[in-house]
């Protein structure tokens, strides 16, 4: 995906997808299925966690987009991330910051899977606004979906309820293991994704880093009144999903200057988030009982 020639782009996907499924299946050996029912007794906090991160976040995008007068590539890299929702380490930095336990992975669940009707909806509305002839295959982004997130999620889950004792003992053992590989994956990045940056260009590079603090503005006004769903609507707004943008980019043969944007957003916004997220861990902690 980032194809500067520096690091194999087999090595990346490799260690992308590794990451990936050891974080979302570390994550589900410590969600307690049970926990969803809190969820159902507030259904329109639910539904306003929905708007911020399908609705708010993209609207607010491109007002930033046509407002910052940006290049067309630039536009729509920005744009396909803004319509991208669910990103696999979302729940992981939401769940770290202090964001709900119950809430947090129930609307990371709720985000990957209207992704797969959102996003045809969001590219068809976009064409008939650019003139474009962009699309993606619903099954596309279904298979995406399930195999990143929902199938070791459900593997995790599965695994504390059937055996909840190894489990308790893999679960400390595995975010380790998680980490290192989020380290090892954020440093092949590093190597390589310095040329997408500079290729976006400083006004994207702006633009990116406005959406994503509006984005958290919008999740963590429409998450209260309690401040752990605030946090976990927040990052689950700001957090957008550089997989199921890359995959309608190399779908839609998107051109270089595109997917150069949707690396940029990645990293930009990942660095855009720190500010909230530290104040946030620092605030449940202060929270907790001593």
């Known amino acids: 995906m980032i194809a500067t020639g520096i690091v194999p782009d087999w090595l990346f996907t490799a260690v992308a997808a590794a990451t990936v499924f050891t974080i979302m299946f570390d994550l589900g050996l410590a969600i307690v299925p049970g926990e969803f029912r809190w969820v159902l007794r507030h259904p329109t906090l639910m539904m306003k966690a929905l708007f911020a991160a399908l609705v708010a976040v993209p609207a607010l995008a491109w007002v930033v987009a046509r407002a910052l007068d940006l290049p067309r590539p630039a536009e729509v890299g920005i744009m396909l991330m803004a319509i991208s929702p669910g990103a696999p380490v979302a729940l992981r930095r ?10 947090a992975p129930a609307l990371q669940i709720a985000l990957a899977l209207l992704a ?3 996003m045809p909806l969001s ?5 008939e606004y650019y003139g474009g002839t962009a699309t993606i295959d619903p099954r596309h982004l279904a298979r995406q979906v399930f195999l990143a997130q929902l199938l070791p999620l459900g593997l995790g889950m599965l695994a504390r309820r059937a055996l909840p004792v190894p489990a308790a003992w893999l679960e400390p053992r595995l975010r380790k293991v998680g980490t290192a590989l989020l380290l090892l994956l954020l440093a092949l990045a590093l ?12 006004r994207a590079a702006l633009a990116i880093a406005l959406v994503t603090m509006l ?4 999740g963590h ?9 605030r946090t976990a609507t927040a990052v689950s707004s700001a957090a957008r999903n ?18 150069a944007t949707v690396l940029a957003y990645l990293l930009i916004a990942a660095l855009t988030l720190i500010p909230y997220v530290t104040w946030r861990k620092r605030a449940a902690g202060g929270a907790r009982p001593p």
């Open 116 to 118: 797969v009707v959102s």
């Open 215 to 218: 984005a958290v503005a919008a």
């Open 221 to 229: 006004l429409l998450g209260g009144p309690e401040p752990a769903t």
């Open 191 to 202: 190597i390589d994704i310095w040329k997408p940056i500079v290729d976006a260009g400083l």
């Open 94 to 103: 939401s769940l770290g910051a202090g964001g709900h336990q119950s809430f």
């Open 242 to 259: 550089p997989g199921l943008a890359l995959l309608v980019a190399q779908l839609n043969h998107a051109s270089p200057a595109i997917t």
């Open 123 to 127: 590219i068809a509305a976009f064409d």
